[in-house]
């Protein structure tokens, strides 16, 4: 199994341009959870789907953050416009639907707001 | 709603010490807890999980947790620190339910290993 594929691994952007992130969870998982780690705040749930729904998104700290999951095996993680707060590493997991089931996380994207 | 404590922010041993990592939940029900370390820029791997029977549950890297219902404590526990365990760790909580297998993490603990 190819684990949870995200990309890029790295992006360097600049202040007020759009930053897409994307995921791709394992197969056969149905729930997929975006993750926001900083030495400030730790790591932070933002949004998590069940079978492609959304179903709590009151982490998502702005109307700037939004995501969207098309499929069972894409997401995206979309920051439109991005400001330098939103440096941070963004991680996606996946699991299947059961609360005794463990979290796969992927090896996130670090993102850097210039 | 659960919560999840680890009252070590930073922890440092000496290689070949024993280690215990601390940690503290607050759940209603039966909780399913987890162990997971991320070493520098890496994602989270599982170490170990709890969610039923013995209560001293085995982890991959000879890690090892107890669960103590009265304390409501999942502690992490390793006989022998090796220096490739320098990392973060994390523990986690799982509620039943509905929650689509979301967790509550604590705030992490960083393990320093001096040679």
């Known amino acids: 199994d190819a684990g949870v594929i995200q990309s890029p691994r790295h992006e360097v952007t600049e202040m007020g341009q759009e930053v897409t992130l994307r995921c791709k969870p394992i197969?056969?998982?149905?729930?997929l959870f975006w993750y926001r780690q900083t030495m400030m705040r730790g790591l932070e749930l933002l949004i998590y789907?069940?079978?492609?729904?959304?179903?709590?998104d009151s982490g998502m700290p702005e109307d700037r953050f939004s995501a969207k999951m098309p499929n069972a095996s894409f997401s995206t993680l979309k920051i439109q416009p991005s400001e330098p707060r939103d440096s941070a590493v963004y991680f996606c997991?996946?699991?299947?639907?059961?609360?005794?089931?463990?979290?796969?996380f992927g090896p996130g994207t670090r993102l850097t707001v210039l | 709603a659960q919560s999840v404590t680890q009252p070590d922010i930073h922890i440092t041993v000496s290689e070949g010490a024993s280690l215990e990592l601390r940690c503290n939940y607050s759940?209603?029900?039966?909780?399913?807890l987890f162990w997971y370390v991320q070493s520098p820029g890496q994602g989270l791997q599982l170490l170990l999980k709890?969610?039923?029977?013995?209560?001293l549950v085995q982890g991959i890297k000879g890690f090892e947790a107890e669960f103590k219902r009265s304390q409501s404590s999942f502690n992490l526990r390793k006989p022998s620190v090796h220096w490739s365990d320098a990392a973060e760790y994390f523990c986690?909580?799982?509620?039943?339910?509905?929650?689509?297998?979301?967790?509550?993490f604590g705030q992490g603990t960083i393990l320093t290993v001096h040679p």
């Open positions: 759940y209603g029900a039966t909780p399913y």
């Open positions: 789907f069940n079978n492609n729904v959304p179903i709590d």
């Open positions: 986690a909580v799982g509620a039943g339910g509905t929650s689509y297998g979301k967790l509550t």
């Open positions: 997991a996946s699991t299947r639907e059961r609360a005794y089931n463990e979290q796969f």
């Open positions: 709890y969610f039923s029977g013995d209560t």
């Open positions: 197969s056969g998982h149905n729930s």
